[in-house]
């Protein structure tokens, strides 16, 4: 190998192994990692030793583990962590939502548990902040803007409703070992302060501590103090910390993502998120296209017949520009349907409904997709058969555009979207900043 090839592998070596929880979470964090400065991959899943990854300083695992029982959601989780520290990783961040969605059964507590053990890490650190969207943590209590968590729509949330702010309190009720807080006078004094935080409360026998930060300026030495522990949990705040510490270490080089490779063609828009967001995207969206809104509960008890009319609508539409297809609903309709069907059968049946419009939609013909909702981005990568995905421009923060790697279809541009990010018109964005 010349000296080309030899810094070129030197940049390229991966430095940050990354376990997302959710897919849209996964790129939420990819898009955070390229614009600190790192290349970056994300895979869905664990990768099969075959699939062909281009090299990387960070790599991130997209898993669908939010929501599903704990024991699975640890055991998906160790062996990513696993794939990871064998790549290379020296440190592996398990990415979770900025709005700390979980249980007190878990998973963010017990996935944070299985991962310091494996590890052999005496601590871990844990922020859900990510300023640029508006969370932030003080005392240990997350906002989302000016308002508690508690406080917040997120408190109604149909799968994960938050009704706690105080996170030391919420992580403690799902972990093994107790709780700690490093606040934020010790952030504002430094990584060294941090570290010194940490180390004592895990004298105290803490397993994990939330770390406090408001602005974008704490993630800094958050990251740096972070990166001296070979495991972390938090949001893409944190993400951006860790970037900026392994450049300034000299463990990863500064880079400049590629543009993506034109797909073309026309788009549309799934949404299966009920976030007050995506419902106020989809009322913005009707101003410039046709959007079908499909009723739960009828598609639950008839998904052929849904399904039918949804290809149907797309079909007549498509030829005139873009369209949506929603499933999102407001918070008392969603509470009858949960109530009807049960939360975890409805979920799991109008993400599958919404899953089986794109394998159709793809099979027609369509390359380009925006994905309103994390559970069902994913269900809607699966069916697409998708490994990998390239990191593109950043359409809003938290959401780039996106390369599909590895889809049995070929080139697939995506925007998959966490329910909450992006303002009224990040629907208009996304279809414009689609490759």
């Known amino acids: 190998m010349d ?3 030899q810094a070129e592998a030197q940049k390229r070596a991966l430095a940050l192994g990354c376990i997302a929880d959710d897919h849209t979470g996964a790129t939420d964090l990819a898009n955070t990692l390229a614009r600190a400065g790192l290349s970056v991959v994300q895979t869905i899943g664990v990768p099969d030793p075959d699939l062909a990854i281009p090299a990387a300083e960070a790599l991130v695992v997209a898993l669908k583990i939010r929501s599903v029982p704990a024991q699975e959601a640890v055991s998906r989780a ?8 064998a790549a290379g990783a ?12 979980s249980t007190d059964a878990g998973n963010i507590g017990p996935v944070t548990d299985a991962l310091r053990a494996d590890a052999g890490a005496a601590i871990v650190p844990v922020c859900p902040a990510f300023p640029g969207t508006g969370r932030t943590v003080y005392q240990g209590h997350l906002f989302v803007g000016d308002r508690l968590l508690s406080e917040s729509p997120l408190k109604d949330h149909p799968l994960n409703p938050m009704r706690d702010a105080d996170l030391v309190r919420v992580l403690s009720r799902q972990s093994a070992a107790p709780v700690g807080l490093v606040a934020h006078a010790d952030v504002r004094a430094g990584a060294e302060a941090i570290g010194k935080r940490l180390a004592a409360l895990a004298g105290e026998g803490r397993g994990a501590a939330i770390v406090d930060a408001v602005c974008d300026d704490d993630l800094i030495p958050l990251g740096q103090a972070a990166l001296a522990h070979p495991v972390s949990t938090g949001a893409s705040g944190l993400g951006h910390g860790l970037a900026r510490a392994l450049i300034a270490s000299g463990r990863a080089s500064e880079s400049v993502s590629s543009a993506l490779p034109p797909v073309g063609g026309p788009a549309v828009i799934l949404a ?19 959007v079908m809104r499909i009723d739960a509960a009828a598609a639950i008890a008839d998904p052929e017949r849904a399904l039918a009319d949804a290809l149907a609508f797309a079909r007549e539409k498509l030829p005139s520009g ?3 297809i929603a499933t999102s609903a407001e918070p008392e309709v969603v509470a009858a349907v949960q109530a009807r069907f049960g939360a975890g059968f409805a979920g799991a049946a109008l993400e599958g409904l919404l899953a089986r419009i794109a394998e159709h939609l793809v099979a027609y013909g369509l390359r380009r997709l925006v994905v309103a909702g994390g559970e069902t981005s994913g269900a809607v990568v ?4 998708i490994k990998a995905l390239r990191i593109g421009a950043e359409i809003a923060p938290g959401v780039p555009a ?13 925007a998959l979207k ?16 689609l490759p």
Request: include cysteine; aromatic fraction near 8%; glycine fraction near 12%.
């Open 272 to 290: 299966g998120s009920s976030s007050a967001a995506t419902r106020a995207q989809l009322a913005a969206a009707q101003a410039f296209m046709p």
């Open 322 to 324: 873009p369209l949506a």
């Open 90 to 101: 020296g440190h592996v961040l398990y990415k979770i939502c900025s709005t700390f969605d």
């Open 382 to 385: 699966e069916a697409l058969q």
């Open 418 to 433: 966490s329910g909450n990010f992006g303002g009224e018109d990040f629907f208009a964005r996304a279809l414009e900043a």
């Open 78 to 85: 160790r062996a990513a962590r696993e794939m990871l520290v």
């Open 3 to 5: 000296g080309n090839g």
């Open 402 to 414: 996106t390369l599909a790697l590895g889809a049995p279809a070929g080139a697939l541009a995506l």
